[in-house]
């Protein structure tokens, strides 16, 4: 057993990030400044797409998507219930509806249920790229294309991951990502939206940042003038230098991180493959996947074998997890506010009481990794003589 306790997640910043940005300070360009606009364009080319809008977090990223297509009171907008809070929580900030929907058996957002909550209302359908596999994006963009709705991805976990041979950012009309601490790269906090639409590009600037005409970079340059104007009371969401100097880092490693993501994947599935009572997450085919979660899923059998005690028995053996997620529909904001029929979403109420999250992140040494192998068989080992087992994979 380890000696340590082996956090969820860490993450991985190298002496380069830090240099740059010990040179953002001694510059003075503490906001956003050029390192900023570097960032967005090393980020663009690296995705594919023509625009990339650089905020403080994937949170700022959507609800300024939602802004810049004027959603509102009165709208609705579709998120599928296995996600994150902050996907839904933006579309209440901006005054509209969230309709949330269940997701398919691999865990992402389900196209019958979007088609299902459609109605007058509807304006937008925000899918989630669970844990790093890009959901079933040919189906959703064929729904939107059909009912005249816009897309934005939340792709929060799924930086470098690739639908059909593509880069995700450039299918949807915006995508946005995180850099948050424990994701597939970090700037500490932070966010970027991609779009392929310049006008849209240029709104999304204005609206970063108070909705003036001229971002601090052009005024306060020698190329910059002091006139401004506010086109619309647009929010404060610009990222800093200091938050684009590990950026630019972390990005030329995140192929590197990926790789290793990969690796780990791949040593646990074969180490797992034998073990009954357990599902795995596979790759589906089309799919790039990055695996930022690992999400098992403990099939329940007694109460010595379940979803808890499996995590309490892998906190005793000193290694951290996580659940990803809490269903919406089961927050009580979601549940008191729409008043669900608590039967609406049996695919991600059954996942749930299934899932833990395994850590799987590439500042984990070999050793780590072979300590999780061995706590996660020793605890299904310790279980095995429970019934009605059986071994089957999944797709997340
Ligand atoms: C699916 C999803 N969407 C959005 C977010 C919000 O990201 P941020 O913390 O960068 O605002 C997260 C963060 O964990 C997330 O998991």
């Not at 196209?111 to 007058?120: Q, V």
């Not at 991600?348 to 395994?358: G, M, N, T």
Request: glycine share 6%; aromatic share 10%; charged share 20%.
């Amino acid at each position: 057993m380890r000696c340590t306790f082996l956090p969820y997640c860490l993450p991985f910043i190298g002496e380069e990030e830090i240099e740059e940005v010990a040179d953002s300070l001694r510059s003075g360009w503490v906001t956003t400044g050029p390192k900023v606009k570097k960032f967005e364009s090393d980020f663009a080319a690296y995705v594919g797409v023509k625009h990339a809008i650089a905020v403080n977090s994937c949170t700022a990223a959507l609800e300024l998507s939602l802004a810049a297509l004027d959603i509102g009171p009165g709208d609705e907008v579709i998120v599928p219930t296995l996600t994150f809070c902050a996907t839904a929580n933006v579309v209440v900030h901006r005054g509209a509806a969230p309709v949330l929907v269940d997701v398919g058996e691999d865990f992402q957002i389900d196209p019958a249920a979007i088609e299902r909550a459609i109605t007058p209302k509807t304006r937008a359908i925000v899918p989630v790229h669970y844990g790093g596999q890009p959901c079933d994006l040919q189906a959703v963009l064929e729904i939107a294309r059909r009912r005249g709705l816009a897309v934005v991805e939340d792709a929060a976990h799924a930086i470098g991951a690739q639908y059909d041979g593509q880069r995700i950012g450039v299918h949807g009309l915006m995508t946005a990502f995180s850099f948050y601490a424990t994701k597939n790269m970090t700037t500490g906090e932070g966010g970027m939206l991609t779009t392929n639409d310049p006008a849209l590009a240029d709104r999304l600037r204005v609206l970063s940042l108070h909705g003036m005409s001229r971002d601090a970079w052009a005024r306060y340059t020698e190329v910059g003038s002091w006139y401004y104007e506010v086109c619309e009371a647009g929010y404060k969401f610009n990222m800093t230098d200091l938050q684009a100097a590990l950026g630019i880092h972390q990005l030329k490693r995140l192929d590197a991180f990926i790789a290793r993501r990969r690796d780990i994947a791949a040593q646990y599935a074969a180490a797992f493959a034998d073990l009954e009572g357990l599902i795995l997450p596979v790759e589906l085919p089309g799919r790039f996947h990055v695996y930022h979660l690992y999400p098992l899923r403990v099939l329940e059998a007694g109460s010595q074998w379940n979803r808890n005690s499996f995590i309490q028995s892998l906190r005793e053996a000193k290694v951290g997890t996580s659940v990803h997620f809490i269903p919406l529909h089961r927050q009580p904001f979601y549940r008191d506010r729409c008043a669900y029929n608590p039967d609406s979403f049996p695919v991600a109420d059954k996942i749930y009481s299934q899932i833990v999250s395994l850590p799987l992140y590439p500042k984990m040494s070999n050793e780590d990794v072979l300590d999780v192998i061995q706590a996660v068989r020793a605890v299904a080992a310790s279980s095995m003589r429970k019934p009605n087992r059986s071994s089957r994979t999944t797709a997340a």
